[in-house]
């Protein structure tokens, strides 16, 4: 059964700290991730995806990916009341462009 | 990246009756797919829907109940057949493509609830 992890939270975070969302993955074919951002009573929206081992940052977030560990993570600097949702983590596991989603990670920012 | 439109946003239907869910993209795609997400749950994919083939259905999914048309590359539809209240969910299609290929981008989303 391939599966994806995430701590479903909530993960309540200060205004203006650092979020780290976590996830791990079982299937040692995939090959590319992405993380989506669904607020409540919304569709998912593309935040961020990571091909490579390392490190990717877009803006205030920046994607970490180790495959060999078979762990992606997600962190939001400064985050804002506006990052409050709900982070998916999504493995591609096949070529037909398949996502495997985890349970999803939510975040609460405090003012 | 495309837009994505779904019609019905949102409908409630009486139990053993049919609804046909529309995605409609303004550019053309070679994959689409379907997914549910009960209520407080993640993203289950349904199928994978290429123009011009059969398509692809996921465990725990079958053709019957949930037919799916694809008569083009800008369109397709998903059935959900003698529905119960278990079918409650929100249906999301998905297309894949746009700047960076392998990126899947998803439409709004149909909320259906069955009584």
């Known amino acids: 059964q391939k599966e994806v992890e995430q701590n479903s939270g909530p993960l309540s975070v200060p205004e203006g700290a650092i979020a780290s969302l976590n996830c791990t993955y079982s299937d040692r074919g995939s090959q590319s991730f992405f993380w989506y951002r669904q607020y409540s009573g919304k569709s998912p929206e593309l935040i961020m995806f990571i091909y490579s081992n390392g490190d990717k940052e877009d803006g205030r977030f920046t994607a970490q990916l180790n495959k060999a560990s078979q762990y992606v993570s997600l962190l939001i600097r400064d985050s804002q009341p506006s990052d409050s949702a709900t982070y998916l983590c999504?493995?591609?596991?096949?070529?037909?462009?398949?996502?495997?989603f985890g349970a999803g990670t939510q975040v609460v920012v405090t003012p | 990246s495309a837009v994505i439109s779904q019609k019905p946003s949102r409908d409630i239907c009486q139990r053993g009756t049919s609804l046909t869910i529309q995605c409609q993209v303004d550019s053309q795609v070679t994959m689409m797919f379907w997914y549910r997400q009960q209520p407080g749950q993640s993203l289950t994919l349904i199928a994978t829907?290429?123009?011009?083939?059969?398509?692809?259905?996921e465990s725990g999914f079958v053709i019957d109940k949930f037919p799916i048309s694809r008569p083009n590359l800008t369109f397709s539809t998903l059935t959900v057949s003698n529905m119960s209240p278990e079918d409650s969910s929100i249906y999301l299609c998905s297309v894949e493509g746009g700047k960076h290929p392998d990126t899947q981008y998803f439409g709004p989303g149909t909320r259906l609830t069955v009584l």
């Open positions: 999504a493995p591609r596991t096949d070529s037909w462009g398949k996502l495997q």
């Open positions: 829907a290429n123009q011009g083939s059969e398509a692809t259905y």
